[in-house]
Antibody, heavy 127, light 108 residues
Framework: EVQLVESGGGLVKPGGSLRLSCAASGFTFSNYNMNWVRQAPGKGLEWVSSISSSSSYIYYADSVKGRFTISRDNAKNSLYLQMNSLRAEDTAVYYC????????????????????WGKGTTVTVSS | SSELTQDPAVSVALGQTVRITCQGDSLRSYYASWYQQKPGQAPVVVIYGKNNRPSGIPDRFSGSSSGNTASLTITGAQAEDEADYYCNSRDSSGNRYVFGTGTKVTVL
């Protein structure tokens, strides 16, 4: 069974740090780009960061750039998100999601989407 | 930065058809994908690419696109379709993702 399991969430004070992990199983992790997506309480989904299969390409949302670092260990089938200088507005459920891209022959272009999601881990930033 | 705009809420009678729209400049270049999220659960993709459904997604879900607008249509809505729906695409840079603002679908 293809599965993603996040861990590492918790309560942290403003300015503090936290490291999230995402354990992948049931597929060849090293073949896929991966994402972190978050959802603040009662709010919509927000893409946070992406990392390519070999870690060559990394991208961040402007809201976390310079504070968060995405990484992966393909030997351990794991994805990570190091979060520093945390703020109250970082409070959210954090999901890891597998990235898929392929060629759409009917449209003569590529498509991109996230096909597998974990159940999420909750991060609360509060004093 | 790119934005994707959705109507906050729509309602549909049981068995009727509802269309959810998503507007944004990036949709002129990239397909939208659509995610269904029920309370307390992770999102699930229902449509991707031009109009593709993952295995297990009922064929009452369909997608379309024109210009800067993508649409998700539920034909013959069921009670279990009541959920939040989010569109998503690459942003104008092509390297990042952007999510729509979300639409809450209520089945009456």
């Amino acid at each position: 069974e293809v599965q993603l399991v996040e861990s590492g969430g918790g309560l942290v004070k403003p300015g503090g740090s936290l490291r999230l992990s995402c354990a992948a199983s049931g597929f060849t992790f090293s073949n896929y780009n991966m994402n972190w997506v978050r959802q603040a309480p009662g709010k919509g989904l927000e893409w946070v960061s992406s990392i390519s299969s070999s870690s060559s390409y990394i991208y961040y949302a402007d809201s976390v750039k310079g504070r968060f670092t995405i990484s992966r260990d393909n030997a351990k089938n794991s994805l990570y998100l190091q979060m520093n200088s945390l703020r109250a507005e970082d409070t959210a459920v954090y999901y890891c999601a597998r990235d898929v891209s392929d060629y759409e022959p009917l449209g003569l272009t590529y498509y991109y989407y996230m096909d597998v999601w974990g159940k999420g881990t909750t991060v609360t930033v509060s004093s | 930065s790119s934005e994707l705009t959705q109507d906050p809420a729509v309602s549909v009678a049981l068995g009727q058809t509802v269309r959810i729209t998503c507007q944004g400049d990036s949709l002129r270049s990239y397909y939208a994908s659509w995610y269904q999220q029920k309370p307390g659960q992770a999102p699930v993709v229902v449509i991707y690419g031009k109009n593709n459904r993952p295995s297990g997604i009922p064929d009452r879900f369909s997608g379309s696109s024109s210009g800067n607008t993508a649409s998700l249509t539920i034909t013959g809505a069921q009670a279990e379709d009541e959920a939040d729906y989010y569109c998503n695409s690459r942003d104008s840079s092509g390297n990042r993702y952007v999510f729509g603002t979300g639409t809450k679908v209520t089945v009456l």
